[in-house]
């Protein structure tokens, strides 16, 4: 896929099967249509310019698309009307009820309460967010190939049960709020912390999780857990500029140079989350929220309160006893009470098949290892790490502090082919 191509791609076409689903009232037949029509762009842009309005072409030939399979399929009930629809005979049926956005809407009609709630947040992402299998799997630290099982199971029960996706009524919104909220907070982190291509950011997701988290906030401006997400979106997306070199490489949270964060954001951010923990309900992300704003409020890296940042992962732990939270907590806990104290709290959960498909897991205790003096393990951690395939920005990064360690005096041969 040309560059062009590919940027269209990511900003585009969460839009586009929302509109054709819209429109049809078929969520399956609006993500191949808007396949199919991609499939077309990459061949003609390979050639030739973009059309003056990328995304309006593209939506226009994936409805083509859709229509002449509707006419195929004519004889079924309900086809001939979507098709009368598509050619414009008659008009969409109007927008009704709180949510008048065609890509929010469609995410809450994929975050069926009939559905498995992992696989809601899955199925959502991998059709109306355009994320790839490995990228849903690598979200939750699962293999790809067990993340492809349940995409393709939840298509089948949604199939074979008559599942309907349609938008719910404004009473049935507060049930679903929760997947969605997840679908947003999952695509900023795969935005935030790109899983594919050279880049650290992939920065129309992290605008497009802003932005969708701002309209659920219009929607429910007293929810505390709405409120605190878009807090942490705004305070995380404030470093976005110091995150990565001119030549692309990883910048550490404590090298960056936090003059080039964006303020506006930060004092955004903030305002919101003081706002959401005035209510008196905390959640998973007010909690996160507050650890970033902690960092958002150090003017340099050693002016970072790690103890608050310790104690509020440990709070958080026990709404999401995850190995993410975990491993940060670990580091947190490390800054505040040295490498040892950190390192004991990765060793007690890193053993679990979860954690050891997890390629930051390893890369976090290496560093831990590596602090302690522990060379021989810092290299296996490493190369455990790089062996479980990270993003390109930070293989180079793993690949990097692989190099220092086996500089380092006293450092035993090894056999560097086997790990290539």
């Known amino acids: 896929m040309s560059s062009q191509a590919e940027t269209v791609f990511r900003c585009e076409w969460g839009r586009a099967v929302a509109v054709v689903a819209r429109l049809t009232g078929d969520l399956g037949l609006a993500e191949d249509s808007v396949a199919e029509a991609f499939a077309i762009a990459v061949d003609r842009w390979a050639t030739g ?13 994936a409805k083509n698309q859709a229509v002449d399979q509707l006419r195929r399929e004519s004889r079924r009930p309900g086809r001939e009307g979507a098709a009368a629809r598509l050619l414009g005979e008659r008009g969409p049926p109007p927008s009704s009820g709180l949510i008048v956005d065609d890509r929010l809407r469609l995410i809450f009609a994929c975050c069926h309460p009939a559905l498995d709630p992992g696989v809601r947040v899955a199925l959502t992402l991998r059709t109306l967010c355009g994320l790839s299998t490995a990228q849903i799997a690598a979200a939750f630290l699962v293999s790809e190939a067990t993340m492809a099982q349940r ?9 074979d049960a008559a599942i309907p996706l349609r938008v719910p009524a404004d009473h049935e919104l507060p049930g679903r709020i929760g997947a969605v909220l997840r679908v947003v907070y999952l695509v900023f982190t795969e935005g935030h912390q790109a899983s594919a291509g050279p880049g650290v950011v992939t920065g129309e997701l992290c605008d497009e999780a802003i932005r969708l988290v701002r309209l659920l906030a219009g929607l429910r401006p007293g929810d505390p857990e709405v409120l605190g997400l878009l807090a942490l979106l705004l305070l995380t997306d404030a470093r976005r500029p110091a995150r990565a070199a001119a030549d692309g490489r990883i910048i550490l949270l404590s090298d960056q140079d936090r003059s080039r964060w964006d303020r506006a954001k930060i004092s955004e951010g903030t305002r919101i989350l003081d706002q959401a923990m005035s209510l008196r309900r905390p959640g998973p992300y007010q909690l996160q929220a507050a650890i970033a704003a902690c960092h958002a409020a150090a003017t340099n890296a050693s002016d970072t309160d790690w103890a608050q940042i310790a104690a509020l992962y440990a709070a958080l732990a026990s709404h999401e006893p995850t190995p993410v939270v975990h491993a940060n907590r670990a580091v947190a806990v490390a800054m505040t009470q040295g490498p040892a104290a950190g390192l004991a709290i990765l060793e ?18 290496a560093d831990l290892l590596r602090k302690l003096g522990r060379d021989a393990e810092a290299d296996d951690a490493y190369r455990t790490a790089l062996a479980l395939g990270p993003p390109p920005a930070e293989r180079e990064f793993l690949t990097g502090r692989l190099s220092e360690i086996s500089r380092r005096p006293g450092q035993p041969e090894r056999d560097h082919h086997a790990h290539r």
Request: aromatic fraction near 8%.
């Open 151 to 159: 995409l393709v199971r939840a298509k089948r029960k949604i199939r």
């Open 49 to 61: 310019p973009l059309p003056s309005d990328p995304a309006g072409w593209l939506i226009t030939v």
């Open 348 to 365: 007690a959960f890193c053993g679990d098949s979860q954690s050891a498909g997890w390629h930051l897991v390893h890369a976090c205790r």
